[in-house]
């Protein structure tokens, strides 16, 4: 079981209200090359974002999935990625100080992803965390310094756009 945490130098309430932007997924989701197709209210139970990632020329569609919020700390997604299997992917918020500590808990739930589960996968999961908090941090941490009235927050469109041009992907 992969559990990374990450201070972020925003509010909770700033963290959570960008994990519960579902416009805004691709600008803090490692490797999501596009989003589309969002069904019912993200983050409520049930709700689906549609995306895509790029890995060299092929381009897999997938889904993620809310299945438990807690609003404003606590958010469980299952990611499915088709024959790789599906993963449970929890966002724990947690006040600390005037910021906010994020922990991050994903395991596999179903399929090969399961099934080829290692210290190898593992280690690689826990990359993918780095640098997903990390991005996450960043998009938390300019809006709380006012980088939406700046320009630094992207409209959907442009969000969608950047991530389809591969930029920190």
């Known amino acids: 079981m992969a559990v990374r945490h990450r201070l972020v130098k925003a509010s909770p309430q700033t963290v959570w209200d960008v994990l519960a ?5 691709a600008e803090w989701v490692v490797g999501t090359s596009s989003t589309h197709e969002m069904t019912g209210e993200w983050p409520r139970v049930d709700a689906k974002i549609a995306y895509e990632i790029r890995v060299g020329p092929v381009t897999l569609t997938n889904e993620t999935v809310v299945r438990r919020c807690r609003e404003p700390d606590v958010l469980e997604l299952e990611a499915r990625a088709g024959a790789l299997g599906t993963a449970r992917i929890a966002f724990e918020l947690r006040p600390w100080g005037r910021h906010c500590l994020v922990i991050l808990d994903e395991h596999p739930l179903q399929g090969v992803g399961g099934l080829l589960h290692n210290a190898a996968v593992e280690a690689v999961t826990q990359i993918r965390h780095r640098a997903l908090l990390g991005r996450l941090a960043k998009v938390c941490e300019a809006d709380a310094r006012g980088g939406a ?3 630094a927050r992207r409209t ?3 969000a969608r756009s950047h991530a389809e041009g591969g930029a920190d992907a």
Request: glycine fraction near 18%.
């Open 156 to 158: 959907p469109a442009a």
């Open 149 to 151: 009235a700046e320009g």
């Open 21 to 25: 932007d579902g416009d805004r997924y």
